[in-house]
């Protein structure tokens, strides 16, 4: 199995991707702050769509309670389906104590930042 790691920071905001090959599919884990943990999992598998042409992206999720790492888990369960076919599986967990508003908009872009830089890595081992 091939493995991607990322890691970037803004100011005290440090996250970790890693993303799994598995065949076709990849496994990712999205983690950071000051206690990693698992607050959510999305899983995304492109479809058909059954009223016009082309494929949809069909997403299950499963938040834990009092979690709201749902919003980034969907984003990059939903953004790498799409690009690449095939499933997807995101655990993510972040947590950064005080977490002010502009934090949490720092945290989702650097979020998709790093999926889009996974992107880029996935494509280069296709390539």
Avoid: F, Y
């Amino acid at each position: 199995m091939k493995e991607v790691s990322l890691r970037k920071q803004a100011g005290r905001i440090l996250l970790d991707v890693r993303a799994i090959i598995v065949g076709e599919d990849i496994d990712i884990l999205i983690s950071g702050g000051d206690k990693p943990h698992i607050g959510a999992v999305a899983v995304a598998q492109t479809v058909p769509c059954l009223h016009k042409d082309g494929n949809t992206v069909s997403i299950s999720i499963i938040t834990l309670p009092g979690h709201k790492d749902d919003v980034i888990a969907r984003m990059a369960a939903q953004t790498v389906a799409r690009t690449t076919g095939g499933n997807v599986v995101v655990s993510c967990g972040i947590h950064i104590s005080g977490i002010t508003e502009d934090e949490i908009e720092t945290v989702i872009e650097i979020s998709r930042e790093m999926i889009d830089g996974l992107l880029d890595h996935l494509s280069e081992m296709k390539g």
